[in-house]
């Protein structure tokens, strides 16, 4: 998903705003420029096509119902989006534990790093969480990145990094606290 | 107040219900603080705001139409308010006039269509239980002048093109019909006669590609249409789809 200009920023905002307001041609709008994004993030969590369309659909009736808890002060209107759909998919792994797991072979997770196909540089908040997670130790990152996008328990995580349960916790956790220092100084 | 310990932990905790780590339970837990404790409210946007930008490096993936069409569905969005004709004949949309008035068909061409449609095609009876699914396009020339009107019944699989202002087309040459997906390559609907409605049925591939990210277009291509199956002839209207 490539990087918003504040122009884009400043108008998905004021289109969630009038979702706000049960305006549907805003609501279809929103939908038009933001569904390709929400559904790569939901392909990406649910592993399942069908599945990951299930949950773009809850998303999207939830963005319409709730878009009054909106706060353009706490966040962008793409981060809330994000965030909608995201919940949604990991609420419905957590009830649906037969879905996974999406087989992943942890040594081999790549490690990735910013790319110039993400047009990330002209992202701050991007950049500044890329640093960070740059400054931790690789696994507490991988456990990290790979909570983010896959949507796992620290149980499923610690599986499939084939170490106990406890060391999973401590690499996450202090992954966390460092990041957390790094991003708030 | 809580001792930094506490304060840690809430905080990581926070940061765990936002990456997707906890339970089912200590999720719900989460998600009730979050509406009913500002601070919580706020910690939690802090570390959503932390990590959703890493959501850039997922590919977009186009979802299929019938994701917004049940989207409208769930919401009700097609079932009020019926337009007062539709309501008054109980008929399908097709012959709506408030709607035909809506996509801003001239009168005498919404009758003129309305006459032929009637005569052309019985109309099937209404479903009671939802509304048809409609998705309506303008495809107008680079002088914004509306050339044709498209209609999309997606629950019949059809596609209505009514001419509005067609342009003067040569008798050497036909007028053709393309979806275009977002990001994807023109999709034939077929050819039809520019100054005469003309019903096409949709085919499930074309069905999955209609959407408020798609786009119709009118091209000038020899009789019988397109010979390589894409685009040769200028494009000489265009127009997006949004839902009706």
Known sequence: ?185 | MNSTFESDKDNLRYAEYVLGLLDADARAAVAHEVETSPEAAAAVALWQRHFTPLAMEVTDVAPPAHVWAGIRRRLAFDAAPPSPAAARTGSSIWDSLGLWRWIGVGATAVAACLLVITVTRPLAPPTAAHASVLMVSTIAGDNGVAGWTATMDIDRSELLVVPASPANVATDRNTQLWLIPAGGAPISVGVFPPGDPKRFHLDKDLLDRLGPTAALAVSLEPVGGSPTGQPTGPVIAKGAIRAA
Not at chain 1, 132 to 150: N, T, V
Request: net charge neutral.
């Open chain 1, 1 to 185: 998903m490539p990087a918003t200009s504040p122009a884009e920023r400043d108008e998905l905002n004021r289109l969630l705003l009038r979702t706000a307001d049960a305006d549907q041609r805003a609501f279809e709008e929103l939908y038009r420029r933001t569904s390709s994004r929400l559904f790569g993030v939901c392909v990406r969590l649910m592993g399942d096509r069908d599945e990951a369309e299930e949950v773009l659909q809850e998303a999207f009736v939830t963005v319409w119902k709730r878009a009054r808890s909106f706060d353009a002060k706490l966040s962008s209107a793409l981060t809330w989006l994000v965030t909608v759909a995201r919940n949604k998919a990991i609420d419905r792994l957590r009830q649906r534990p037969d879905l996974r797991p999406v087989e992943v072979d942890w040594e081999t997770l790549v490690d990735e790093g910013p790319g110039p196909a993400h047009g990330a540089e002209s992202d701050e908040d991007y950049r500044n969480l890329q640093a960070c997670l740059a400054e931790l130790e690789i696994q507490q990152r991988r456990s990290i990145r790979e909570a983010f996008f896959g949507g796992a328990t620290y149980n499923e995580l610690a599986e499939r990094a084939k170490v106990p349960l406890g060391t999973m916790k401590s690499w996450i956790r202090r992954g966390l606290l460092q990041l957390r220092a790094c991003l708030n100084p």
